[in-house]
């Protein structure tokens, strides 16, 4: 059974800093895209980036978050710097299905149940 833990959200004042994780298990790690999503309230789950044999971000988030992964400690991270009172989601993990990153929910087969970032101004 494949599941994907989130944690290390809260709460950060614009400018600030935090770091996601999500801890995966049940299948190999390492043969799978990862990405993040988020999702605020009254809007569409919405893309923020993706890990396979390269990286993808959304527009907004380019050049502030960073995801990476540890394969030995089967996580993937979210670093997210400089953060914005419109960055406030809960943020979900995933992994794909066929190991090609992408930035379509649709892609990915399994979920995280997701961790609240709120930034506040």
């Known amino acids: 059974q494949v599941q994907l833990v989130e944690s290390g959200g809260g709460l950060v004042q614009a400018g600030g800093s935090l770091r996601l994780s999500c801890a995966a298990s049940?299948?190999?790690?390492?043969?799978?895209?990862m990405g993040w999503f988020r999702q605020a309230p009254g809007r569409e789950r919405e893309f923020v980036a993706a890990?396979?044999?390269?990286?993808y971000y959304a527009d907004s988030v380019k050049g502030r978050f960073t995801i990476s992964r540890d394969n030995a400690k089967n996580t993937v991270y979210l670093q997210m710097n400089s953060l914005k009172p419109e960055d406030t989601a809960v943020y979900y993990c995933?992994?794909?299905?066929w190991g090609g990153g992408s930035n379509l929910p649709s892609a990915y087969d399994y979920w995280g149940q997701g961790t609240q970032v709120t930034v506040s101004s």
């Open positions: 995933a992994s794909d299905k």
């Open positions: 049940g299948r190999t790690f390492s043969s799978y895209g």
């Open positions: 890990l396979s044999w390269r990286t």
